[in-house]
């Protein structure tokens, strides 16, 4: 008897990869980490037996897999840095806040109304004060960790990897260890019988059941029940049952687990895609928030040239030198000036919006960014001619679109073996043993000695046409994602170099408009004095400074367009802006 007890033992934990039951125990729910080593490592072994057309898959599998990982290596290695150059900034700007002066104090002022219009608390307020004290001018990293920390369709996204990892983990428990029992009680008639039962049954990973139970009859049973009589202590059992043909390399719950991991691998390059061009409209957001305020400085200048004529105009009316119309002339000009500056300012509190929702607080409120922040023109940082090459080819390693659709075609990859394990027939086999405990209840006691049972279950399905059904499924979606997948590559390849055009392109309008302004502002000053000495008249002065506003205009439209150009160049390298700074 306790040789055979030891048999059933012994094959259980062998068949289980263990040297003792309970390391198989402790062994059989891994962590998550060890979860998504176990099932990549499980699945690419059975498609790399059978399946020549999902190895290609499996290895893009562990492709993305080393790439997840790299980033988020990276990342933190970002965070690091990022936070020791803080403290670094914060360092070196504590000595110069105490040289403040009283424009600085009115600029202070007017961010704080700005701030409190936006609806943020003050608390905040003084926080993003403090922060503004070190910050002369709003730079755009400024606004791309805004748009890490606190926009809220990121924060959207970041919730998607919570809904994935509910779906693993849901999955997971279809190996959950499950309690089966019943009580059946027939206390009057002619027999009187009690039966109470428990069992336990526990999935194993590799297919196939654990189980066990304990089992109690007793009173007087119809002869042909006898078998629910047990001895007085009641009966125990221990078995298992595995599959051989059929659901022994996957079965549904296997198959289940490993959609809700490639769905949780999904996400990530999801979101970061979706980051990027977050990262990417705000980017746009933000020059054109600068384009719009240094064409404020434009016109603001040109109105202080008008208003000082004006005033020199003026005395010569009042002496007699001019004539009435001449002086209407500059008030006519004067005031259509007026009005380009309020359009242009209508333009840059709009701007100001758009930008502030992707520019928050730390509490998420959008913060509306006042003129104060404005940061001055910056010369270019050119790229080099020689970049293209060697953008395309980090686009095609870095963009996570292709990331998202080889964890597609691994989904469909399960379908598709778990579609190839429904062609075959049902071939378990089972076996356990029990042995009866107590004082036995019949003179034979046929129930005493230790009982091993052994069999083998067969189910063949005969057309199986769920199964091909499924097969020419799966394999036709394969077959449309990786077309899906080389026309993607096509794709971004066409957008880096329709970005880089863009960029060089820019480049060249730059060098054009700012020499075209250097020539006009030359032009209107040299006007403006031959005006001044009585050499020329109101209206060549009027169309000098036009070409000079046009001019300068033109060249703020030429840095702006140079600004979304690289903005779409890093977009399309899969660059989200904080590795650049």
Request: contains cysteine.
């Amino acid at each position: 008897m306790a040789m055979g007890a030891w048999t059933v033992a012994l094959i259980l934990v062998t068949h289980c990869g263990c040297t003792t039951v309970r390391e198989w125990t402790d062994s059989r729910s891994p962590k998550v980490t060890e979860d998504d080593h176990l099932i990549e490592t499980d699945f690419q072994r059975f498609l790399s037996e059978d399946s020549p057309e999902e190895e290609l898959v499996a290895s893009d599998s562990h492709q993305s897999e080393v790439e997840l990982n790299v980033l988020e290596e990276s990342a933190s290695e970002e965070k690091k840095e990022e936070s020791q150059n803080s403290i670094k900034l914060v360092s070196e700007e504590v000595g110069n806040t105490a040289i403040a002066s009283a424009s600085d104090n009115e600029a202070s002022e007017a961010e704080i109304n700005a701030l409190e219009f936006s609806g943020v608390t003050p608390g905040e307020i003084d926080q993003v004060n403090q922060e503004l004290e070190f910050s002369e001018t709003l730079q755009l990293l400024d606004v791309v960790r805004s748009v890490h920390d606190t926009y809220p369709a990121l924060e959207i996204l970041y919730l998607e990897r919570q809904i994935a990892n509910g779906k693993q983990l849901s999955a997971w428990g279809e190996f959950d260890t499950k309690l089966k029992g019943f009580s059946e009680n027939q206390p009057s008639g002619y027999y009187q019988t009690y039966r109470q039962n428990a069992e336990v049954y526990q999935p194993i990973y590799h297919g196939g059941e654990f189980f066990g139970g304990y089992r109690i009859g007793r009173g007087d049973f119809e002869p042909w029940y006898l078998e629910r009589q047990t001895n007085d202590g009641g009966e125990f059992k221990l078995g298992m049952r595995v599959p051989l043909l059929r659901n022994r390399e996957i079965d549904n719950r296997r198959a289940e687990l490993w959609r809700a991991t490639y769905e949780r691998q999904r996400v990530q390059p999801e979101i970061r895609s979706n980051l990027i061009y977050f990262v990417r409209d705000a980017s746009v957001a933000y020059w054109t928030w600068v384009a719009a305020g240094q064409q404020v400085k434009v016109y603001e200048a040109a109105l202080e040239l008008s208003n000082k004529r004006n005033s020199k105009l003026k005395r010569r009316l009042e002496t007699g030198d001019l004539d009435p119309p001449v002086f209407q002339d500059n008030v006519r000009s004067l005031r259509l000036r007026e009005a380009k500056l309020i359009d242009r300012k209508r333009k840059l509190d709009q701007s100001a919006v758009k930008l502030s929702l992707y520019y928050r607080s730390p509490g998420g409120d959008p913060l509306l960014p006042v003129p104060a922040l404005l940061p001055e023109l910056q010369n270019l940082e050119l790229i080099p001619s020689g970049e293209l090459e060697v953008g395309l080819q980090k686009a095609l390693a870095s963009r996570p679109e292709i990331q998202v659709i080889n964890a597609e075609i691994r989904k469909f990859s399960v379908d598709y073996a778990e579609a190839r394990n429904d062609l075959l027939p049902n071939l378990d086999t089972q076996i356990q043993g029990k042995q009866d405990v107590g004082e036995p209840t019949s003179s034979k006691r046929d129930k005493s000695e230790f009982e091993l049972e052994a069999g083998i279950y067969v189910e063949v399905p005969l057309q199986r046409r769920k199964a091909r059904g499924k097969i020419q499924t799966s394999s036709a979606k394969i077959a449309q994602l990786n077309i899906k997948r080389e026309f993607l590559k096509d794709k971004i390849i066409a957008e880096v170099q329709s970005a880089y055009a863009g960029v060089k392109a820019a480049e060249e309008r730059i060098e054009k408009a700012v020499e075209a302004r250097e020539l006009a502002e030359y032009i209107s000053e040299v006007e403006r004095r031959k005006f001044d000495l009585g050499r020329s008249d109101l209206l060549a002065v009027f169309l000098r400074e036009q070409y000079a506003i046009e001019a300068a205009d033109g060249e703020i439209e030429s840095r702006l367009e140079y600004q979304l150009a690289l903005a779409d160049y890093l977009a399309a390298l899969a660059d989200d802006l904080l590795s650049t700074f």
